[in-house]
């Protein structure tokens, strides 16, 4: 997610997630070389490279997010609903919002 004032130096609307498993050799499917970062997100006027729940709300950021646990929960909750909508489904056994 990219904090209001930046956006993704590459488009997000069509790539909503990542992928890191045993089919991927637990490595992250990302577009970076490495595969150790997910994203960028550079000063831009408008978001648009996202789709809209790829954004923090205005003024909050991930760590302000992540000091209110209802906050969380209903951007995990967006999260999984995005994925369903996918055909993308399965248990969820731990969820939680990375900052860094």
């Known amino acids: 997610m990219c904090n209001e004032g930046y956006d993704f130096a590459f488009l997000r609307t069509s790539r909503l ?3 890191c498993g045993a089919d991927t050799k637990f490595n ?3 577009q970076y070389i490495g595969g150790n970062r997910l994203a960028v997100c550079n000063k831009s006027s408008r978001p648009i490279a996202g789709a809209k729940t790829a954004y923090f709300l205005k ?3 991930c760590l302000t997010t992540k000091s ?3 906050q ?3 951007i995990i909750q967006q999260f999984i609903n995005e994925l369903k909508s996918k055909g993308i ?3 969820t056994k731990y969820t939680c919002l990375v900052c860094g």
């Open 59 to 61: 003024d909050q950021d």
């Open 68 to 70: 209110y646990d209802d």
């Open 89 to 91: 489904e399965g248990e």
């Open 17 to 19: 997630y990542e992928n």
């Open 28 to 30: 992250w499917t990302t």
């Open 72 to 74: 969380v929960f209903k």
